[in-house]
Nanobody, 127 residues
Framework: QVQLVESGGGSVQAGGSLRLSCVASGDTLSGYCMGWFRQAPGKEREGLISLNGKDGRTRYADSVKGRFTISRDNAKDTFYLQLVNLKPEDTAQYYC????????????????????WGQGTQVTVSS
């Protein structure tokens, strides 16, 4: 099990950028699938990007390809979500999450598979 803490949310204008951070404690991320999710009011939680700590494979939702990027810093046990060209429809609470894996491969974007969650950070994009 790993504990996750996000930071980096805020308010930006359309076209702006943000970088969200997710710091892990309790275990090393090299044994986990890591993911970023978001949830807007009245909508279901949406999987955006995943990264396998075993082999670095990533999976992107179509809605964020070309605009959002996941990365990690193994030395800091931290992973990031870089958001560029933000749109008002990107406004949501953003969450990082993780689940333990035994091997490499593509990690799911389904929230149901993730056991460990951060507290969330708000991203607000104005037009």
């Amino acid at each position: 099990q790993v504990q996750l803490v996000e930071s980096g949310g805020g308010s930006v204008q359309a076209g702006g950028s943000l970088r969200l951070s997710c710091v892990a404690s309790g275990d090393t991320l090299s044994g986990y699938c890591m993911g970023w999710f978001r949830q807007a009011p009245g909508k279901e939680r949406e999987g955006l990007i995943s990264l396998n700590g075993k082999d670095g494979r990533t999976r992107y939702a179509d809605s964020v390809k070309g605009r959002f990027t996941i990365s990690r810093d193994n030395a800091k046990d931290t992973f990031y979500l870089q958001l560029v060209n933000l749109k008002p429809e990107d406004t949501a609470q953003y969450y990082c999450a993780a689940y333990f894996v035994l091997s490499g491969g593509y990690c799911t974007l389904s929230p149901e598979n993730y056991f460990d969650w951060g507290q969330g950070t708000q991203v607000t994009v104005s037009s």
